[in-house]
């Protein structure tokens, strides 16, 4: 097999370059380092069959980070017939050192010069011909965004010799080693005006940057993003919920009418209930990450970093973290994968950890549904914005206290890359990478969980499940802090999902709507009803959320730490809240 | 000279030296901040947040005690 693999620094549209050729969806991010595992794909070039591999992005052969190793490794290790170098046509003052470090190995090269188009609009000229004979290999200018010279460089690439090669990277030199030839070459080949124009990007950072504004905007930014996901979201949402119900009466109940009441009730409440209530996400998960594409690849989330990075150094994390976290409140799932842009392990870890914590919309609407049957009007916005302020103090003070066991050793120096106007093809792309991975954990992992909470509410009988006993044996310990049996069960639906918290509610209580209000408002006082809602933002938020948290750190121990610290703290919280509140109280 | 910490905002200075731990060093030279490079501070983050510095076409941010590490001098204001 005929191996050609992709190199090139972060940020310089590799990963766009990889789904141009192979045509597959190799995730895209206009940010540092997003390729996680190695992506590779086959093409027929020619007359030959060959795997092009997308590496992840690496700064310098000679590096020493986790991606840097993984590249290195590949490539001293495979065999290859020829290797792509992608360099950013605007930035080769930097970036035409890797080029010369790969031919000093020997590598059969092509050398692409991607965002040709950003570099003729920024007045760069750049002499490929002579370029490419100083460096031995054919140099290239494209624009794998626009699809520019994809023709031409195929058609270099079906000319590469085709013997195989083996880097020998037992004589690698520095990258420093390479600078003054860098120079030399950029300073012969390529020319530059002598004054840069004001860029867009610099009058679009004095405003998103600007220190009174740009947290305002950012968070306006997200409100909007949120805002649009559900108003277009929603109604497919509900659409989506009402042809699954048809198909279940038409179609499904009728035809499994003469099976077993076990297999009947598992098959169709269990089973089909829960998928279908997962499967109605697709749609949000979609628009969610579209909508999250557009922001990411235009550079915005690394000047949000920027802005942030400040007060989150302080607490251990770093700018990104925080982008995170503000993801967070719009659904944890994507959260936790968006962590991948931390590269150091533990700093990552450490991200994921403060993510859980963050109230995600599915966690409001629970709050929006007590809030406004246990309080009036003039108090219920507090009581939201409370929540709020609890999330993000429990969210960074976890970061806090376990700062020193997660201490990152990444060397911290991002790049801000120039806005760029995001691609309707890119977009869509990510759209549907993201909902096909989601979907494919909700097949396994949530499946699992929404068949063991039918049966423990279903079995041995329904009015006195196996539920309903592990209510009986939280009493002791959900007493305490004021949630009493009924709602604890809804709490036992909500490791599942928050989304099927009040539906459980309206199951347990037979009661709906206004119904439900009035019976929880008579049930419950305002601090009982505060303290259940503290728990829900804190303890697990949901199998999905835990079951990306075990995908995302491949660890077990590190998705059970996660969920026993989120239970203890929410209990640890509840109880002195409830507690103390109630003692307060008794003094007047 | 001075640390590049201190230089003035949108004021042009050449590197000197990177007194930074190895390996954000290696980082930083493969982003273009080396010795000999031209640098400018465009802005200072907020509540002790990172520096947003230019070199060549590239922009990046670099945490404050870290360009407390490098060693700048400033070059004479072109005219015109």
Redesign the interface.
């Known amino acids: 097999m005929h191996r050609i693999a992709l190199v090139g ?1 972060p940020n310089t549209g590799k990963s766009t370059l990889f789904n141009r050729i192979t045509g597959g969806n190799a995730r895209v991010a206009n940010w540092p380092g997003l390729t996680v595992e190695l992506a590779s794909h086959r093409i027929l070039l020619g007359a030959r069959m060959v795997q092009m591999v997308d590496l992840p992005g690496i ?2 052969l ?4 986790e991606d840097e190793q993984i590249a290195q490794s590949f490539l001293a290790s495979t065999p290859l017939t020829g290797v792509i170098v992608l360099l950013n046509a ?2 080769l ?2 970036q035409l ?1 890797l080029a010369l470090q790969l031919k000093a190995l020997g590598a059969p090269m092509i050398v692409a010069l991607n965002m040709a188009d950003e570099a003729r609009s ?1 007045g760069i000229t750049i002499d490929t011909a002579a370029l490419g004979q100083q460096l031995g290999c054919p140099v290239l200018l494209i624009s794998a965004k626009r699809g520019d010279g994809m023709a031409e460089l195929k058609q270099a690439l079906g000319q590469l010799p085709g013997q195989e090669v083996q880097l020998d990277f037992s004589h690698l030199a520095p ?2 080693t390479f ?1 003054d030839e860098e120079a030399r070459l950029h300073h012969t080949h390529v020319s ?1 005006p002598p004054t ?1 124009p004001a860029s867009i ?2 009058r679009i ?1 004095r405003w998103i ?1 600007h ?1 009174a504004l740009g947290l305002p905007l950012f968070v306006l930014t997200m409100f909007l993003l949120f805002q649009l996901t559900f108003a277009i979201g929603t109604p497919l949402q509900d659409a989506l919920g009402s042809g699954l119900d048809w198909i279940k009466s038409t179609w499904l109940e009728p035809s499994l009418a003469g099976a077993p009441e076990i297999v009947r009730g598992a098959l169709l409440d269990g089973l089909y209930d829960g998928v279908g209530t997962v499967l109605t996400f697709a749609p949000l998960i979609f628009l969610f990450f579209s909508l999250m594409a557009v922001i990411e690849d235009s550079g915005y989330f ?1 000047r949000a ?7 989150m ?2 607490l251990g994390l770093d ?1 990104r973290g925080f982008v995170m976290l503000m993801m967070g409140f719009g659904c944890n799932v994507p959260a936790l994968m968006g962590t991948r842009v931390i590269r150091d392990p533990k700093a990552r870890r450490l991200t994921m950890l403060t993510i859980p914590f963050a109230l995600c919309s599915a966690r409001l609407q629970i709050f929006l549904f007590l809030c406004s049957a246990l309080f009036t009007p003039a108090q219920a916005p507090w009581v939201l914005l409370g929540l709020y302020l609890a999330s993000i103090v429990i969210a960074l003070g976890t970061a806090w206290l376990l700062r020193r066991r997660f201490t990152s ?1 990444e ?8 806005f760029r106007l995001p691609l309707f093809r890119q977009i869509r792309l990510r759209g549907w990478g993201e909902t096909r991975s989601f979907l494919r954990m909700a097949s396994t992992m949530i499946v699992t969980g929404v068949l063991l909470v039918w049966f423990l509410t279903h079995y041995p009988n329904e009015h006195h499940s196996y539920a309903a006993m592990v209510a009986q044996v939280l009493e002791p310990v959900l007493t305490p802090i004021g949630i009493h049996s009924e709602m604890s069960i809804a709490l036992i639906f909500g490791f599942v999902a928050k989304e099927v918290v009040l539906g459980a509610l309206s199951v347990i209580t037979g009661m709906q709507g206004n119904a439900l209000s009035a019976h929880l408002a008579s049930s419950m006082d305002p601090v009982s009803a505060i303290s259940f809602m503290l728990f829900t933002l804190i303890y697990v938020p949901c199998v999905a959320t835990m079951a990306t948290m075990h995908k995302e750190s491949k660890s077990v121990w590190f998705t059970a730490g996660s969920v026993v610290w989120s239970l203890g703290l929410a209990w640890v919280l509840c109880f002195v809240f409830y507690q103390g509140t109630r003692l307060v109280s008794g003094w007047f | 000279m001075c640390p590049l910490f201190e230089l003035s905002l949108q004021t042009p200075a050449r590197v000197l030296k990177l007194h930074t ?1 190895a ?2 060093t ?9 010795p000999g490079r031209e640098v400018t501070v ?2 200072r ?6 520096l ?1 510095l230019r ?9 404050r005690e ?1 360009a407390r590490a490098i060693v700048v001098e400033t070059l004479p204001v072109q005219e015109g």
């Open positions: 620094m700064y310098d000679s590096g020493g980070a605007t930035q003052d930097r050192g920024a990258a420093a600078h530059r840069m990007t610099t950072d940057l220190p690394a970093a920027f802005m942030m990075d400040g007060l150094a302080r700018g050793s060397p911290f120096a991002l790049e801000l890359p120039p | 731990p390996d954000l290696q980082r930083l030279c493969a982003l273009g901040l080396r465009l802005r983050g907020w509540l002790g947040g990172p947003q070199i060549g076409s590239t922009e990046l941010m670099l945490r870290h």
